[in-house]
Structures are given as structure tokens and as C-alpha cells.
């Protein structure tokens, strides 16, 4: 070797760049995301990645993840932009996933948690002096470190959640509203099946209702947990194309002017149950948050002996609006509210309070409150009772099965035992 080779071969060993000449990048293929619905909203938790042998081992250690978030025409902090993320642990899997003694795929199981903005694939973007949940482009990069491939192209995503959904559901009721929605079918079976509906919050709207389902955890009432309770239940999620409480004028209202939508709300809802005869017309439960909240409530308001139940959390709808003749009405619609007191956005005093003082001073003998100081982290992974979410957010405790308890901090009772929101709601029937 001359002097002029042995000198590059120096400036590259020092410059650490001998090594990435001896053995260059390679691009393995693409990878599959898996993204899981929490408490707090979606996070992509897994990566799955080909490795063209077949293994029987992986360690963790040897694979870097790092992330880029963007969507078009909007500006985000070099925090939320990009950057790496945690592989908590790895293991050999299928090309879905699933654990493997052998395999040609590992799965990285990414860190996740409700303060973690890089393992969101969406955002809440505002456009046109209006905001919402959107999904954005989320780019992820695995570098195997021990022999320089890299996977950077997503080849396929799975969604636990919604992809038991069908995603497809459109409605036009009018030249001027067209509705979309989700839906979930049980297993048919020799009896007829309850209905469960969700109202989104007034983040969700638009046209594409996987939004709805997974910007919080509404996918849930398809899971065979909640779906136990029920013996199977067909679930309808609808989709406002912008908000539940746009009045005519598309301003907000709270109840004291009708809102664009009710109606062909009701209509999508009885259209649905007409195209499913598997629907048990006995068992039809409305339920929604915030502004899914006051809709659930407006749709009782408008057809109180149609719904066999309702639960509401975060309502929107203020009671000052209410008159008395109205709360008559649907004294004996059985409902379930919860709600947090430090909830700043539909504030208790205004809404839930007064409303179900009013039902219970009327006679009303099915009505319960899930009252909580604060909506903490139902799950002690991430601090439980010390760490505190928005107080809007009380629809946690409806989407897991959490409320268990009365206005008065006593259990609600259902057939002589205490009972969650989702197995009272199940016992409800107008039969």
C-alpha cells in the first residue's frame, strides 16, 4: 500500500467510515405496523419485520427504530416531527405478529404511552377555523445494527381494533348531509341481537370513520369482553361530517336551537336496523361523549320510546334547555351518565348535574351518575391515581367497562350484584 492509500485508509478508519464502506446499508423489504387503541388514543406498539432466514431467536438490542410524523401544510415541533423510539422488547413471529417458536419475522414491541406524541400515527389538525383528528403520514426506519439492513417502507398496517369493522357505511339523506359510519356484525345466532351506538366527541368528524373508532377507544364495544356481556351486539358507529351540535347557523349549539343533524341521524339509524333483521328492536342503547353526548340525549329527547337505554359521557347538552316537560319524558328512559368534576369543557354544573338532579326529583327510578374527581390512568401502568388525563376525557371509564358505581359512591345493582355500565346496559330492554 502506498502512502497515498494508507493515508485514506487512515482519515476513514478515524472518521469511522472504513466500516460502512466494508459493509453497506442494505434495504430488507418493507414492514408491517400494528396499531393498537388506548385509553388515550391510537399508537403504533409493534413493527413487524421480514428477515429472509428462518430464526429462532432475536435480541432487542440489535435494532434501532427511529420515526418521522408529517401531514401536508402543517408545521409541527421538532419534538413531535420525529426521532426514535423505544424497543422494549423483540421475538420471533408470523408476518401478522404472532408470537413463533421459529419464523422469517421479527416482531419489535415499541414503547407506547399517553405523553409519547412520536408513537401517534394521527393529530389533531386544524383547517378552515375548524379542528379535528386526522390520520397522518408516519414514517418508521428499523436498522438491524449488527449487519446494516434497513427496513423504511410500510408494506401493510394492522389495526386490532377496526379491522373487525366494516368501514364503509354511507348514508345520504339530503342533498346537504350525507353521513358516513362504521359498523360490527356478531355471529349470527338462534336469537335476535342488541344494538349499541356510539356518538363520537367533536373531534371526530369528517368522512373517514376509523377516525371515530380509534381516536379513542369506541372500537372496544366489539371486543369479545364487552361483546360477552351482550351475547353478541351488532355496533353502529356514525360519523358527523363535521359536528354533532352545528346549528343551522354552524355555530355550537348546547340545546337551546336544534341542531342540522338529528334527524338524519335517526333516519341512518332506523335504515341500519331495517337493512339488519338480526337487530333485537327491544335493545337499542344510544351512547356518545360530548358532542356525541348531547346527540345521544337530543335523540332521546325527540324519540324517547325507542331506545331502550343510554349512556352519556361528558354531556354537552347544558340543562337550562331542558324543560320540565321534557324531563317527564324521559324519566323512564333508563341512562347511565359519567362524568368528571374538574371536566372544564362541558362543565358538570351546566350539564350533568342539573340534568340528573331533575330526572331523579321526576321519579326517575333507572338513571345513574359515575361522578369521578378526575379521569386518571385506569390502567397503573403510567402513575394510576396520580396521573391525571383532561378532565373532558370521562369516556375512558365508559369505553373500558370501568364504571361501576352511583351518584351517592354506591355500586349500581343488577339482578343482586354490582354491576358495570356495560352489564347494566346489557340487562336493559323495553320487552
Not at 410524523?69 to 419534538?79: D, F, K, L, N, Q
Not at 412520536?118 to 378552515?128: A, D, E, H, T, V
Not at 364487552?226 to 346549528?247: D, K, R
Not at 374538574?342 to 342539573?354: A, C
Given at each position: 500500500?502506498?502512502?497515498?492509500?494508507?493515508?485514506?485508509?487512515?482519515?476513514?478508519?478515524?472518521?469511522?467510515?472504513?466500516?460502512?464502506?466494508?459493509?453497506?446499508?442494505?434495504?430488507?423489504?418493507?414492514?408491517?405496523?400494528?396499531?393498537?387503541?388506548?385509553?388515550?388514543?391510537?399508537?403504533?406498539?409493534?413493527?413487524?419485520?421480514?428477515?429472509?432466514?428462518?430464526?429462532?431467536?432475536?435480541?432487542?438490542?440489535?435494532?434501532?427504530?427511529?420515526?418521522?410524523?408529517?401531514?401536508?401544510?402543517?408545521?409541527?415541533?421538532?419534538?413531535?416531527?420525529?426521532?426514535?423510539?423505544?424497543?422494549?422488547?423483540?421475538?420471533?413471529?408470523?408476518?401478522?405478529?404472532?408470537?413463533?417458536?421459529?419464523?422469517?419475522?421479527?416482531?419489535?414491541?415499541?414503547?407506547?404511552?399517553?405523553?409519547?406524541?412520536?408513537?401517534?400515527?394521527?393529530?389533531?389538525?386544524?383547517?378552515?377555523?375548524?379542528?379535528?383528528?386526522?390520520?397522518?403520514?408516519?414514517?418508521?426506519?428499523?436498522?438491524?445494527?449488527?449487519?446494516?439492513?434497513?427496513?423504511?417502507?410500510?408494506?401493510?398496517?394492522?389495526?386490532?381494533?377496526?379491522?373487525?369493522?366494516?368501514?364503509?357505511?354511507?348514508?345520504?339523506?339530503?342533498?346537504?348531509?350525507?353521513?358516513?359510519?362504521?359498523?360490527?356484525?356478531?355471529?349470527?345466532?338462534?336469537?335476535?341481537?342488541?344494538?349499541?351506538?356510539?356518538?363520537?366527541?367533536?373531534?371526530?368528524?369528517?368522512?373517514?370513520?376509523?377516525?371515530?373508532?380509534i381516536a379513542n377507544?369506541?372500537?372496544?364495544?366489539?371486543?369479545?369482553?364487552?361483546?360477552?356481556?351482550?351475547?353478541?351486539?351488532?355496533?353502529?358507529?356514525?360519523?358527523?361530517p363535521t359536528f354533532?351540535?352545528?346549528?343551522?347557523?354552524?355555530?355550537?349549539?348546547?340545546?337551546?336551537?336544534?341542531?342540522?343533524?338529528?334527524?338524519?341521524?335517526?333516519?341512518?339509524?332506523?335504515?341500519?336496523?331495517?337493512?339488519?333483521?338480526?337487530?333485537?328492536?327491544?335493545?337499542?342503547?344510544?351512547?356518545?361523549?360530548?358532542?356525541?353526548?348531547?346527540?345521544?340525549?337530543?335523540?332521546?329527547?325527540?324519540?324517547?320510546?325507542?331506545?331502550?337505554?343510554?349512556?352519556?359521557?361528558?354531556?354537552?347538552?347544558?340543562?337550562?334547555?331542558?324543560?320540565?316537560?321534557?324531563?317527564?319524558?324521559?324519566?323512564?328512559?333508563?341512562?347511565?351518565?359519567?362524568?368528571?368534576?374538574?371536566?372544564?369543557?362541558?362543565?358538570?354544573?351546566?350539564?350533568?348535574?342539573?340534568?340528573?338532579?331533575?330526572?331523579?326529583?321526576?321519579?326517575?327510578?333507572?338513571?345513574?351518575?359515575?361522578?369521578?374527581?378526575?379521569?386518571?390512568?385506569?390502567?397503573?401502568?403510567?402513575?394510576?391515581?396520580?396521573?391525571?388525563?383532561?378532565?373532558?376525557?370521562?369516556?375512558?371509564?365508559?369505553?373500558?367497562?370501568?364504571?361501576?358505581?352511583?351518584?351517592?359512591?354506591?355500586?349500581?345493582?343488577?339482578?343482586?350484584?354490582?354491576?358495570?355500565?356495560?352489564?347494566w346496559l346489557a340487562?336493559?330492554?323495553?320487552?
Amino acid at each position: 500500500m502506498n502512502l497515498k492509500s494508507r493515508t485514506l485508509a487512515l482519515l476513514l478508519v478515524a472518521t469511522g467510515l472504513l466500516g460502512l464502506f466494508a459493509q453497506e446499508t442494505t434495504h430488507a423489504g418493507g414492514y408491517t405496523v400494528i396499531i393498537e387503541g388506548y385509553d388515550w388514543g391510537p399508537a403504533v406498539s409493534r413493527v413487524v419485520v421480514p428477515m429472509g432466514e428462518t430464526l429462532a431467536e432475536t435480541h432487542s438490542a440489535n435494532y434501532t427504530v427511529t420515526v418521522e410524523r408529517s401531514a401536508e401544510g402543517v408545521e409541527m415541533s421538532p419534538e413531535e416531527a420525529g426521532g426514535s423510539r423505544q424497543v422494549v422488547y423483540s421475538y420471533v413471529s408470523d408476518d401478522r405478529g404472532k408470537l413463533a417458536a421459529t419464523g422469517e419475522h421479527v416482531t419489535l414491541v415499541l414503547f407506547v404511552g399517553p405523553n409519547h406524541v412520536l408513537g401517534s400515527p394521527i393529530k389533531y389538525i386544524r383547517r378552515n377555523n375548524r379542528g379535528s383528528n386526522q390520520w397522518i403520514d408516519y414514517k418508521v426506519t428499523i436498522t438491524n445494527n449488527t449487519n446494516n439492513k434497513v427496513w423504511d417502507t410500510e408494506a401493510s398496517r394492522i389495526m386490532p381494533g377496526i379491522d373487525k369493522f366494516d368501514l364503509n357505511g354511507k348514508y345520504q339523506h339530503s342533498d346537504d348531509i350525507n353521513l358516513t359510519y362504521a359498523s360490527f356484525k356478531p355471529e349470527a345466532t338462534a336469537q335476535k341481537s342488541p344494538l349499541i351506538i356510539w356518538l363520537h366527541g367533536g373531534g371526530e368528524g369528517g368522512t373517514d370513520p376509523s377516525i371515530p373508532l380509534i381516536a379513542n377507544k369506541a372500537w372496544n364495544y366489539a371486543s369479545d369482553e364487552i361483546q360477552h356481556f351482550f351475547g353478541g351486539a351488532y355496533v353502529l358507529v356514525p360519523q358527523s361530517p363535521t359536528f354533532w351540535m352545528q346549528s343551522p347557523s354552524g355555530e355550537y349549539t348546547r340545546g337551546g336551537e336544534n341542531d342540522i343533524y338529528n334527524e338524519a341521524l335517526m333516519a341512518l339509524i332506523k335504515k341500519y336496523v331495517s337493512e339488519n333483521p338480526g337487530i333485537d328492536a327491544n335493545r337499542i342503547y344510544v351512547g356518545g361523549c360530548s358532542n356525541g353526548g348531547y346527540m345521544s340525549l337530543k335523540l332521546i329527547l325527540e324519540q324517547p320510546g325507542y331506545f331502550a337505554a343510554g349512556y352519556i359521557s361528558a354531556l354537552a347538552y347544558h340543562a337550562e334547555h331542558l324543560s320540565d316537560e321534557q324531563i317527564n319524558t324521559i324519566k323512564n328512559v333508563p341512562m347511565w351518565f359519567v362524568h368528571a368534576a374538574d371536566d372544564q369543557t362541558t362543565v358538570p354544573g351546566q350539564t350533568v348535574l342539573p340534568t340528573y338532579k331533575r330526572l331523579i326529583g321526576a321519579g326517575a327510578k333507572n338513571v345513574h351518575l359515575s361522578y369521578y374527581d378526575h379521569v386518571t390512568d385506569i390502567t397503573g401502568f403510567f402513575g394510576g391515581d396520580d396521573f391525571r388525563y383532561n378532565g373532558h376525557w370521562s369516556w375512558i371509564y365508559s369505553h373500558a367497562n370501568h364504571a361501576n358505581f352511583d351518584f351517592d359512591d354506591k355500586p349500581v345493582i343488577v339482578n343482586g350484584r354490582t354491576a358495570t355500565i356495560m352489564e347494566w346496559l346489557a340487562d336493559q330492554s323495553k320487552d
